[in-house]
């Protein structure tokens, strides 16, 4: 009989500020969206995450757990076969609708193209795309 192996897990990279955002949130969505990343670390998809659309690159996903009233997102990408990318982590703070506000879309758009960068410098190979 064979024994499964799982693949092997892709480590986290946190950007920038998304660590210290992760650490200010409930423990039960830091628990919530703790086992989602290690789903995601070994290339599964986590329930409930899904494209963060609202005009963001195809390759962000979200995480979305309710507390105490109050919705939490953290944001990543596994667009890349080595790693992880965890590119925010904040609470949803609309001021109307549920639309997410403009500056959390462009703090996360930013930590994406920082995320591509990190990856082209640490990982890419020479003449890759």
Same mark, same amino acid.
């Given at each position: 009989?064979?024994?499964?192996?799982?693949?092997?897990?892709?480590?986290?990279?946190?950007?920038?500020?998304? @660590?210290?955002?992760? %650490?200010?949130?409930?423990?039960?969505?830091?628990? =919530?969206?703790? *086992? $989602?990343?290690?789903? !995601?670390? &070994?290339?599964?998809?986590?329930?409930?995450?899904?494209?963060?659309?609202?005009?963001?690159?195809?390759?962000?996903? @979200?995480?979305?757990? %309710?507390?105490?009233?109050?919705?939490?997102?953290? =944001?990543?990408? *596994? $667009?890349?076969?080595? !790693?992880? &990318?965890?590119?925010?982590?904040?609470?949803?703070?609309?001021?109307?609708?549920?639309?997410?506000?403009?500056?959390? @879309?462009?703090?996360?758009?930013?930590?994406?193209?920082?995320?591509?960068?990190?990856?082209?410098?640490?990982?890419?190979?020479?003449?890759?795309?």
């Amino acid at each position: 009989m064979l024994t499964p192996v799982k693949p092997p897990l892709r480590p986290l990279i946190w950007v920038r500020g998304s @660590k210290k955002s992760l %650490d200010g949130v409930p423990e039960d969505v830091k628990d =919530v969206f703790g *086992a $989602a990343l290690l789903d !995601v670390q &070994y290339g599964d998809r986590p329930a409930g995450a899904k494209p963060f659309g609202e005009g963001l690159p195809r390759e962000i996903w @979200k995480i979305v757990e %309710d507390s105490d009233g109050n919705t939490y997102r953290a =944001v990543y990408t *596994a $667009a890349f076969p080595e !790693v992880v &990318y965890v590119l925010d982590v904040f609470m949803k703070k609309s001021k109307s609708g549920i639309a997410t506000p403009r500056m959390d @879309k462009d703090r996360v758009r930013e930590r994406f193209n920082a995320a591509k960068r990190h990856y082209d410098e640490t990982y890419r190979k020479p003449g890759e795309r």
